[in-house]
């Protein structure tokens, strides 16, 4: 069975940083594509980075570009997400998922991609 179990959220006064954590189990983590997400109520799921261990690559929205950086662990299993220069607006339920890259067609920041989810840590930034 798959499981996420998502980490790290909590509290931070804006221009702060903090680290989400992604562990993954039941799966060969090499080859699988693993996406951030965060929503807030009424509004849908943004995704925002992912990152293909076997590509070596990483994608970020424009939201997050210069801000966030992922990186995984592949013997962990895990992957991370430093988030600096917090804002705001960057407060939501934060979501990591996996799912099997798959090639060209394969949209690492549309939640439809993915098959497999955590269950959320909530990130909250204080003006």
């Known amino acids: 069975e798959v499981q996420l179990q998502a980490s790290g959220g909590g509290l931070v006064q804006a221009g702060g940083s903090l680290r989400l954590s992604c562990a993954a189990s039941?799966?060969?983590?090499?080859?699988?594509?693993i996406g951030w997400f965060r929503q807030v109520p009424g509004k849908e799921r943004e995704g925002f980075s992912a990152?293909?261990?076997?590509?070596?690559?990483?994608n970020y929205a424009d939201s997050v570009k210069g801000r966030f950086t992922i990186s995984s662990d592949v013997a962990k299993k895990t992957v991370y997400l430093l988030m600096n220069r917090l804002k705001p607006e960057d407060t939501a339920v934060y979501y990591c998922?996996?799912?099997?890259?798959?090639?060209?067609?394969?949209?690492?920041?549309?939640?439809?991609?993915?098959?497999?989810w955590g269950q959320g840590t909530q990130v909250t930034v204080s003006s």
């Open positions: 998922a996996l799912q099997q890259y798959t090639g060209d067609f394969f949209n690492p920041l549309y939640p439809g991609t993915y098959a497999y």
């Open positions: 039941g799966v060969t983590f090499d080859g699988f594509t």
């Open positions: 990152i293909t261990n076997k590509l070596g690559g990483a």
